[in-house]
């Protein structure tokens, strides 16, 4: 286990060198307005709603599953929360907005559940539905509009400080909660093994269904805290934009931090790692001028390259010091 | 490995095969008198503040004109837009207007509504053909003067040396190459005035918000951000906060678009100046319509009406603003 984590704990070192050279600026930290601020301390806000979806990811992936609807299910939590708030300042119309997206995250959770569990779709296709549909709830919802609101207490969630930003302490809470329920206790171990062959957990007593249902239904929640970051941050809901794309963000996380996808195992070190490493990449873009022209292919090659070095093969052909023979 | 690879790709290739397939669009049909105008419109969607302020202005213009309107939302699909310009051809509509979708592949249907002798009028965006007989006229903004009436405030009110950082817009959409090209070819006058960074903000409050994060980081003096609509200064408005600074006078702000939201920022000061990208034309397309369907010559180009605002016009403006 420790040498899996060692190769996304150097390439995540290997990145802040690299920024650490072209900008020596970006480890300045210093306290502004009672808090810290510097660019490790962006990373951190930025990367917690893609650490909170790939925890959710994470739990799901290592039951052989996937949940592609985490991007639409944060979209939804931010849209339902700013039409709640609408124009009011109220710190409890604040929270109250929160509470109704989540437990309406939690709904979406059991749908997927449903579909997975329930009816037996594979997860791909069961979580495509609500992927596609969501989307189009939360345009709904919205009327098509983005939503700017006014609320110092909501702005809190994704943009605000306690000496370091709540969002990542959130996340942290939640990764915490997450190692000690599911490592403490035999849920991880009953996860696992439902990974491996849900048919033979059933036979050998372990609630297989049940277990799959917690974990959308886990994923799902994770997606809408992680929505109300991504929309609290900027104040408004944007449901076209919101959460575009970050169920692949997580999924990468998952698979960088060495979580299999064929699933029965799973680590939770590995995927803060990950959330951390895509993150620090994307800030590192902004902060050392790639061209955004040529950016997504920077962000592939060095995708590739921390996917490489953690293939056995390479490994293998790395240790010997044999030259890579090419296929 | 390979496995995980082939995975994630066909993962991706379906997300990218279904994300935008939801729902479909297609003409209403309501059927025409011999006498009034009948227009057939193709909207790309409704997927902005700004595109929404653009159909509305469309469907009040053509009452207020009296034109009979058949009006259809392809939901950003080229095929559906494709059908519904093929219905308005069986309907035996006067005139045909649409915003495309992408620029190309319009050939082929554009023929037909010119083989049924119904003109043609393209709004908002361009198409990529190279006949150029298959449409009439086109309506929209000019983009690359969006981006040199920003270029000339900045030139007429920088004073020594001026380091601005640039939030582009989606990579390779016509909007964000226009605008950067005109800014640059204005501020060139002005050697002083140097855009020291310039990152994709994908046309997002997010991504706005965390590219200039970052430039507040990495970059050691900023004197102006040029943002290249609206939403993305409305997040470098939030960073440049939380950095301790005040928008709008530590640094100064140049966006695009002149949606509500920007326009209510410009009013408390928060942005500097904004240039209009205006999505009400209605008034001219219908204009232009009428010209067509009867047959008289009209400009091949025809550009947006469109201003600028200051600080002060836009809290004049922003009582009466539509969008």
């Known amino acids: ?327 | 490995m390979l496995k995980k690879i082939t995975t994630a790709a066909s993962v991706i290739a379906l997300c990218a095969l279904t994300a935008c397939g939801s729902g479909s669009g297609g003409g209403t049909d309501t059927g025409s008198s011999g006498d009034t105008i009948t227009m057939g419109f193709a909207q790309v969607g409704a997927e902005s503040g700004w595109r929404t302020a653009n159909t509305k202005s469309i469907q009040d213009e053509a009452k207020a004109a009296g034109i009979d309107l058949k009006f259809s939302d392809a939901q950003q699909k080229q095929e559906n837009q494709i059908k519904a310009i093929r219905s308005y051809i069986q309907q035996k509509v006067k005139v045909i207007a649409f915003s495309p979708v992408v620029e190309t592949g319009w050939d082929t249907v554009l023929l037909e509504a010119k083989r049924a002798n119904i003109p043609v009028i393209l709004t908002d965006r361009a198409i990529d053909s190279d006949d150029t007989s298959l449409y009439k006229t086109f309506l929209g903004s000019d983009f690359v003067e969006e981006g040199r009436k920003a270029g000339d405030w900045m030139v007429a009110n920088a004073s020594g040396p001026t380091n601005v950082v640039e939030l582009q817009g989606t990579t390779g959409a016509a909007p964000a190459i226009d605008r950067k090209k005109g800014f640059e070819e204005k501020i060139a006058a002005k050697p002083e005035i140097k855009v020291v960074a310039s990152q994709t903000g994908d046309f997002t409050r997010s991504g706005g918000k965390q590219v200039m994060e970052a430039f507040l980081k990495s970059q050691p003096k900023i004197d102006v951000v040029y943002a290249h609509n609206d939403d993305m200064g409305l997040g470098a408005i939030e960073a440049i906060k939380a950095a301790g600074k005040v928008p709008g006078k530590d640094i100064k702000i140049i966006t695009v678009d002149a949606v509500k939201d920007g326009m209510a920022a410009l009013a408390n000061g928060e942005i500097n100046f904004i240039v209009e990208c205006n999505p009400l034309l209605g008034k001219q397309l219908m204009e232009l319509a009428k010209k067509v369907v009867k047959g008289e010559e009209v400009p091949a180009r025809v550009v947006t009406v469109e201003g600028t605002f200051t600080q002060e016009q836009a809290k004049a403006a922003l009582p009466t603003r539509q969008y």
């Open chain 1, 1 to 327: 286990m420790k040498n899996r984590l060692l190769w996304p704990l150097l390439a995540l070192a290997a990145l802040l060198l690299l920024n650490l050279v072209v900008t020596p600026s970006f480890f300045e930290m210093r306290i502004q307005d009672g808090h810290l601020y510097g660019g490790l301390v962006d990373v951190l806000k930025n990367g917690a709603p893609t650490l909170l979806i790939a925890l959710g990811m994470t739990l799901v992936i290592a039951t052989r599953g996937i949940d592609l609807s985490v991007g639409a299910v944060a979209a939804i939590a931010g849209a339902v929360t700013c039409v709640h708030i609408g124009t009011s300042g109220d710190v409890g119309t604040a929270f109250v907005g929160m509470a109704i997206a989540l437990v309406l995250c939690a709904l979406l959770g059991l749908w997927n559940g449903f579909l997975v569990a329930g009816l037996g779709i594979q997860p791909i296709i069961a979580t495509l539905v609500l992927m596609t549909a969501g989307r189009g709830v939360a345009m709904l919802v919205t009327e098509g509009q983005i939503i700017t609101v006014n609320n110092d207490a909501y702005r809190q969630v994704g943009a605000g400080f306690l000496v370091l930003p709540i969002s990542i302490l959130i996340a942290l809470a939640v990764l915490g909660l997450v190692a000690l329920t599911t490592r403490k206790t035999a849920l991880g171990m009953l996860i696992e093994s439902v990974g491996v062959n849900p048919e033979a957990s059933r036979l050998a007593g372990v609630r297989a269904k049940t277990i799959i249902w917690t974990v959308y239904v886990f994923a799902a929640v994770c997606a809408g805290i992680a929505g109300l970051m991504i929309s609290s941050n900027v104040s408004a809901a944007d449901a076209n934009n919101a959460g575009l794309w970050i169920e692949m963000d997580a999924i990468l996380a998952v698979v960088i931090g060495g979580t299999s996808l064929a699933g029965g195992r799973y680590s939770l070190t590995g995927t803060l790692l990950g959330a951390l490493i895509i993150q620090t990449l994307t800030t590192t873009v902004y902060t050392i001028g790639v061209a955004p022209e040529v950016t997504l292919v920077f962000k592939a090659v060095v995708v590739i390259a921390v996917c490489l070095v953690q293939a056995p093969k390479a490994r293998a052909a790395l240790s010997f010091r044999k030259v890579a023979v090419s296929s």
